[in-house]
Nanobody, 131 residues
Framework: QLQLVESGGGLVQPGGSLRLSCAASGDGFEYYAIGWFRQDPEKGREAVACISRSGGRTNYADFVKGRFTISRDNAKKMVYLQMNNLDFEDTAAYYC????????????????????????WGPGIQVTVSS
């Protein structure tokens, strides 16, 4: 059973950067796509980015394109989310989770319809963007 744990969150000023890490333990990491998600009380849960098993394909939510980069290191069983030019709207708890493939990331809609097959959710890490 694969387990995921997030790290790297914290407090950052607008325009700043953070790199989140998702560390996997257990077997089979290389067989799963990994997604990053976030949740806050106002917007609910939303998908941020996803990376395929090999790392060769990535999908992003429109609101992070050009600012966030997802990457993975299968040898280290790690997935990263480099977040640049952060703004107040990025404040949320961030989670990583696994699935067999990356879905297309769409804005709005039924979260469970698009991402309900993701599992092994990590406990989450808080990112707060504040001046």
């Amino acid at each position: 059973q694969l387990q995921l744990v997030e790290s790297g969150g914290g407090l950052v000023q607008p325009g700043g950067s953070l790199r989140l890490s998702c560390a996997a333990s257990g077997d089979g990491f290389e067989y799963y796509a990994i997604g990053w998600f976030r949740q806050d009380p106002e917007k609910g849960r939303e998908a941020v980015a996803c990376i395929s098993r090999s790392g060769g394909r990535t999908n992003y939510a429109d609101f992070v394109k050009g600012r966030f980069t997802i990457s993975r290191d299968n040898a280290k069983k790690m997935v990263y989310l480099q977040m640049n030019n952060l703004d107040f709207e990025d404040t949320a708890a961030y989670y990583c989770a696994k699935d067999l493939s990356c879905p297309r990331i769409v804005s709005g809609g039924d979260f469970h319809l698009y991402y309900g097959t993701f599992g092994s959710w990590g406990p989450g890490i808080q990112v707060t963007v504040s001046s």
